[in-house]
């Protein structure tokens, strides 16, 4: 069975890159080929400049990761923890413990260092796996769903951290995440995959426009069958539908909607509100899933 | 890479040693070979220092030990999740590897001398009677070379039962069986085979002995060390 098949794509420096995919897509298998830690049956996966395949400690050296799992040391005190991933990154001692403070300081974990991560909260934990993981100032940080299963609060404060990483310090971030408003609002790009394969790459608005197209949201009353019957009948209009009391008219591009409003009003209906918009990056994901399904 | 296997080593040590639950799990490992260090002494009597049973105990203490510690350093950290952020650093292999096995090497083989110098302590306040009893020089060796064979084959013979375990129980389990196999190839060895083994034994002396079994061991040892060190790579360490 192949994990990957022809996958190719580019990740842009100093940007955050989003990898979607649902599960068993191939997402870890790709991390995994990025690090180093597999190697593919062909082709070539080059990082930083380095071939992973022929080069993979210099891809490590340069990298920073927080993987499925935290990886966080339980039994060791969240000190330690830093400690142990700063010594492996040959971190000089003063330097060190200088960093140690600053990171700790920084994700609010400063207080409790001397207590064993396993007693802390998972929303801590990933604080302090992000907190090793940027340790050694990579330039590039391999994230596969560092918010998943958080609090509001605690993914608020990873996403800050995320994106003050790339815009502050132009550290090129790979994510993954199943959060589609997370890639929405995070990521420069995004990489679609599925089985494998890549369906999509584009930066999110494009690929709502790209996949999802526009749209226009009506907030009103005397919808009917009629009216639905007559904007379908417009040549501009891919589809409409009626849903909790809301028109939504999906358009095949970016068009006058004034046209439109117009043929509303004369068949009836009463417009309380208009909003344009584009479908969602989680709507794209969808029908993206369904097309190639 | 010296630098790397002591970063390893200074981790396993925080592991093994430190953090609530190790302390009283490590505690709970020493009961056993206290126990052997302290009252066998007493009551073997003076024969401690010049017999075989300081050896036994030698070769034991450090055998039990490791098959706990072992199985937890490497399958512990695939069942607890940490492998995989381990395997994505710089470390080389071999850092990790010879820093997983040294550890507890250096813990096993330190706690079996430290109890031999217990039970020495203990014969001389049981049976002393004045006179300072030292072990002797081969019984001496005999423990010094004995517990760090000993050490190192259960190590090696750990690494390789935990390479694809996924759990440390099933690493431990592993294991069992591994220290079994000599047991069970004494039962299956033709009778004939079996009566010259027995016969050759009563003709060797104690020192003869000890040298046949430390070569064994040494034997075993590299066999043991090669396979684990050539196994022991990145990309075999995924199960999935």
Redesign the interface.
């Known amino acids: 069975m192949r994990a990957l098949n022809n996958l190719t794509f580019e990740v842009p420096a100093g940007k955050i890159f989003g990898f979607l995919g649902p599960n068993g897509a191939g997402k870890t298998t790709t991390i995994?080929l990025l690090?180093?830690?597999?190697?593919p049956t062909s082709g070539r996966v080059e990082v930083l400049g380095f071939d992973s395949s022929k080069q993979?400690?210099e891809v490590?050296?340069r990298?920073g990761?927080?993987?499925?799992?935290?990886?966080?040391?339980?039994?060791?005190s969240a000190e330690?923890n830093l400690e142990?991933?700063a010594?492996?990154?040959?971190l000089p001692t003063v330097e060190r413990q200088v960093r140690i403070k600053e990171l700790l300081t920084q994700m609010g974990l400063w207080e409790r260092r001397k207590e064993?991560a396993g007693k802390w909260s998972k929303g801590m934990k990933q604080k302090l796996?992000l907190a090793?993981a940027i340790l050694h100032q990579p330039p590039l940080i391999?994230l596969d769903e560092p918010t998943a299963g958080l609090d509001v609060m605690a993914a608020t404060s990873i996403r800050e951290n995320l994106a003050s990483l790339a815009d502050s310090q132009g550290v090129t971030i790979f994510l993954t995440t199943h959060n589609m408003v997370e890639a929405e609002r995070l990521c420069a790009q995004v990489a679609v995959i599925r089985e494998g394969k890549l369906v999509a790459l584009n930066d999110p608005d494009d690929l709502r426009v790209q996949f999802g197209g526009y749209r226009m949201e009506i907030v009103g009353s005397g919808f009917n069958e009629k009216t639905l019957t007559l904007l379908r009948a417009r040549p501009e209009v891919s589809t409409a539908e009626v849903a909790g009391g809301q028109l939504t008219i999906y358009l095949g591009e970016e068009t006058d909607t004034a046209p439109l409003i117009s043929l509303l009003v004369d068949a009836g209906v009463a417009v309380k509100e208009v909003r344009r918009g584009k479908a969602s990056l989680e709507e794209v994901f969808v029908a993206l899933m369904e097309e190639t399904r | 890479m010296i630098?790397?296997i002591l970063?390893v080593m200074?981790?396993e040590r925080?592991?093994i040693l430190?953090?609530?639950?190790?302390h009283s799990k490590f505690l709970q490992m020493l009961m056993f070979p206290i126990i052997l260090n302290t009252v066998f002494p007493i009551t073997w009597g003076p024969d401690w220092v010049t017999d075989f049973p300081p050896l036994i105990s030698a070769i034991i203490i450090p055998a039990l030990l490791i098959a706990v510690m072992v199985p937890d350093s490497f399958a512990g950290e695939r069942e607890?999740?940490?492998l995989?952020?381990?395997?994505?650093?710089?470390?080389?292999d071999r850092a990790i590897f010879f820093g997983k096995l040294v550890a507890p090497i250096v813990v096993g083989w330190g706690v079996a001398l430290l109890l031999s110098l217990v039970s020495l302590f203990v014969v001389n306040v049981a049976h002393g009677e004045g006179e300072l009893l030292l072990f002797t020089l081969p019984i001496a060796m005999g423990i010094l070379t004995l517990s760090f064979l000993s050490s190192t084959t259960m190590a090696g013979a750990g690494v390789l039962t935990s390479l694809r375990s996924e759990t440390v129980q099933e690493a431990m389990q592993k294991l069992l069986i591994f220290i079994t196999i000599p047991a069970v190839l004494v039962q299956v060895l033709p009778l004939l085979f079996r009566e010259q083994f027995m016969t050759f034994m009563q003709t060797v002396d104690g020192l003869q002995l000890l040298v046949i079994v430390v070569v064994v061991l040494i034997v075993i040892d590299i066999g043991v060390f090669a396979v684990a060190f050539t196994r022991f790579q990145?990309?075999k360490m995924?199960l999935d």
């Open positions: 995994r690090l180093g830690l597999l190697e993979p400690d490590r050296a990298t990761a927080l993987l499925e799992y935290n990886g966080i040391y339980e039994q060791m330690d142990f991933y010594r492996i990154w040959r064993l796996a090793r391999i | 630098e790397d970063t200074w981790k925080k592991t430190r953090g609530k639950a190790s607890r999740h940490t995989d952020t381990l395997l994505a650093s710089r470390l080389p990145r990309s995924y």
